[in-house]
């Protein structure tokens, strides 16, 4: 594999950067989720497809580690998965079984917030399984998660997937039901990857907004805050270039005496800045976000640009860019919320993942985006990792067992029933498969279209260009079910 | 998935036998290999297709597991490939790879007796690498076997080819180079689950004599002993008569007092048997072989039957069945080795495998082959692996991780680029895959072929069938290359 190269240009800047202020913090690769978990207000105008009472909630009993026989191999854990029967026509008619692979999360918000199963289920007569992913929610394998992290990796979440599914049809005697696997974000990556790794399992994927292509050296480091700056230059290019000038401003303010005061004060931090890197950091974390969920109808890059531009001719750019922050958030009566910025992920563990196998080397140079140069380095990332964990990631092991580079030459005489969904609003598309890679292995994607948007659950305010997604994406669907119960017939008769 | 269901019929008798005199043997599972381990006569007809000086042995630093992240998980172990370049085109021509996936011996007796790889890579200008399996020959992880044995599956033995192949094309700057994964036997599931696990990795594979199908409750219990009584009743009605009558008469003469010494004097045994099985399971695996291995010129079948008919008329049972054991070996002193023919295998490590996930219920019943009962208990057998290694073995996992129920429909439409090659005298063809199962996952049999025939070294003897079995492969193969090479040109077209 060919090593990362940089432009020598800005690698001495960043150089500089890297062992200066923030040698301490570790690299910020943009989260993964169906949805922004940091703003309720995202999800504010969507509204369940289902009523909680229809949901039964099981424990299966789940094996710590599936690819070893070592004593603590054979360990139990209970891993949690969610049913709704409402609308299944049976296993003794086949019907359809629709899985959400949980991902990096508790499962709760993903059933909430993923319209896709329960919209779907009744027209396909489906039952719904929701399974949460090992280490997460309520399915923690016993005792303080560091003694078992070690069986914490997609290799093991995936056949735990396969574990309860084919437990589940089993038990439900509903052994020629077709099962289709659903994930948006990481749990997408993981829908695809069950596919390839599963096909007697799962006869088809939807795979939303999966950057399985983010790994090694397949795409361009930054590839992910290049979007987010197409967005802010097609929003407007006002505001595209006042953010794009605004570090720099930032970081002159913060090298004069009582400097990292007075941008405390002007961006009413609720704790004094203790570096100009806290607040960049913080601006690049919303303006990731904003492009990420970039979702009708209230499209916040369009807000946040709202805010900077609206502010009344001579404001200067630092008033413009605290008016973006003010647009951007709700009821705040204080901003920039300190140091646990720097901590990695609300719920800790997705951390562990990065640092583990899910080493996504995400970053940008120095003008190659609106944002302040910020590549990603290996050596400095493993260092944090192994400070923080005491193992290093391997950064070569999702391509070593899932593939990924020249995945059209690999998989167009492979593989069937893959959708690969996105829209290019989203960093994150930049990595996603967005050509056919066969007949059934295909991309289907909306140029408008944010994170994982074709999984949300349906708004009567959704644009058209949505809706034409989700019908493709349900006739994929379907198509691949007529195909399996044509086959089962056909085969029957001999 | 449905419990193995025994005809009350003989599970009374089957219990009767299990509980007393061979309570204490483990179940014996026929060996899988390439060729026929026990006897070197098997072989003395072949010739090397290469000179020893070809060879170039490597160690890899292979990583002990692949799919956690322990501490322990980190350590490195060598791992020994073996590498013959005399007529690869190279990495700059994308001239192919054939890769040989070592099975459960030492690499060395397959470097040696497998032909196909040597005879082929000179017309399709290949590399030729052979790759130890993990825990075999000189590939055993550091210390004691036992302390690591847990990470010994096949799981981790098919990500360290992985592992392995990433790193010879980079190494060897040959990163178009397609590869084509070969293997026998327990090495023909391996290559076959390769590339369904691997696409990325390996462009088809040669399953040569692959029973991927008996796991679980896919086939019957008794198809192997049901082919071995086939292969013997097709080659001598009365050798198959004699035999069927032999093992009540064997324990006849046991029960009487003096028994087992009258026995032990007319088989001639090295050590006094101390039971009547010893005998029995003796010559089980001595007809097992011979119809396992029972290839041209030779056909030990053919010889076996020719020492038990041949002996004068009048000749009881047991004498018939003595010339038989004579006319099978060579140059023996003395027969049925006393009780290690309990043990279960010459190289210890495949009992590891069969008890943890290799678990293939083969075994027979009462009146359904032409031999004594001994059905597959799951039970016992897992009390027995208990008691050897300390863990049970996992029955479902194979199926679980690699498929093999209605495999027809899974693989369809679905996979490409796989020959599963059998010959229908090997009794483990059964589980072989026999039907097309798509275009490019294909059935390629010989209806007097034995185990892994279609690998060995050919030898100017060789019947037509054979050579046409060959050459049907190879034009197969040299089929995915044509159009691999086709996409690679068309893609870079674009």
Redesign the interface.
Same mark, same amino acid.
């Given at each position: 594999?060919k090593s990362i190269a940089f432009s020598s240009g800005w690698l001495s800047l960043s150089l500089i950067i890297l062992l200066t202020s923030v040698s301490a913090v570790p690299h910020n690769i943009p989260k993964l989720s169906v949805f922004d978990r940091t703003s309720l207000r995202d999800l504010s105008d969507t509204t369940p497809a289902f009523v909680w009472e229809d949901l039964e909630t099981y424990f299966y009993n789940q094996t710590l580690?599936?690819?070893?026989?070592?004593?603590q191999? @054979?360990a139990i854990f209970k891993q949690r998965y969610v049913i709704n029967s409402k609308y299944w026509g049976g296993g003794n008619k086949s019907a359809p079984i629709f899985v959400y692979l949980g991902a990096e999360a508790p499962i709760d918000g993903d059933i909430q917030f993923t319209g896709f199963l329960p919209e779907n289920a009744p027209n396909f007569k489906a039952l719904i399984v929701y399974i949460e992913h090992r280490f997460y929610g309520q399915s923690v394998p016993f005792g303080p998660v560091k003694e078992n992290?070690?069986?914490?990796?997609s290799?093991?979440a995936i056949?735990d997937y396969?574990?309860v599914i084919?437990y589940l049809k089993?038990k439900l005697s509903a052994h020629y039901s077709p099962v289709i696997v659903i994930g948006g974000s990481y749990g997408g990556m993981l829908a695809s990857w069950f596919r390839?790794? @599963?096909?007697?399992?799962a006869l088809g994927a939807l795979a939303s907004s999966a950057p399985i292509l983010y790994f090694d050296d397949i795409i361009p480091q930054n590839g992910y805050y290049s979007i987010v700056s197409k967005d802010f230059k097609e929003a407007s290019e006002s505001c595209y270039e006042t953010i794009k000038q605004s570090w720099s401003v930032i970081d002159e303010v913060a090298s004069q005496p009582n400097g990292l005061s007075t941008l405390s004060q002007r961006f009413n931090t609720c704790y004094p800045l203790s570096d100009s890197f806290e607040l960049k950091d913080y601006l690049d974390g919303l303006y990731s976000r904003a492009a990420q969920y970039d979702r009708p109808p209230r499209y916040p890059v369009t807000v946040v640009c709202g805010g900077i531009d609206g502010a009344p001719n001579g404001t200067d750019i630092l008033s413009r860019i605290f008016a973006g922050v003010v647009a951007a958030t709700v009821n705040r009566s204080c901003y920039v919320n300190g140091h646990h910025n720097y901590s990695r992920d609300p719920y800790g563990d997705w951390d562990w993942q990065t640092c583990?196998?899910m080493v996504m080397p995400i970053g940008r140079g120095s003008n190659d985006t609106m944002f302040f140069a910020w590549p990603f380095n290996l050596t400095s990332f493993t260092e944090d990792c192994v400070r923080s964990f005491?193992?290093?990631p391997?950064p070569?092991?999702v391509?070593?067992?899932?593939?990924?580079?020249?995945?059209?030459?690999?998989?167009?005489?492979?593989?069937?029933?893959i959708i690969f969904s996105n829209g290019l609003r989203d960093p994150y598309s930049c990595a996603g498969v967005l050509q056919d890679i066969s007949e059934?292995v295909v991309a289907v994607y909306t140029v408008n279209g944010s994170h994982c948007l074709d999984i949300l659950p349906t708004n009567k305010s959704d644009p058209q260009w949505l809706t034409d997604q989700r019908n493709t994406e349900v006739k994929i669907i379907q198509g691949w079910i007529d195909?399996y119960y044509a086959?089962?017939l056909s085969?029957s008769k001999h």
């Open positions: 594999m580690d599936h690819f070893n026989y070592n004593p191999s @054979y992290q070690g069986y914490f990796s290799a093991q056949a396969a574990a084919l089993e390839l790794k @599963y096909p007697h399992v583990s196998e005491g193992v290093p391997r070569h092991w391509t070593t067992y899932y593939g990924g580079h020249d995945i059209k030459a690999v998989l167009q005489r492979f593989a069937s029933n059934s195909q086959d089962l085969s």
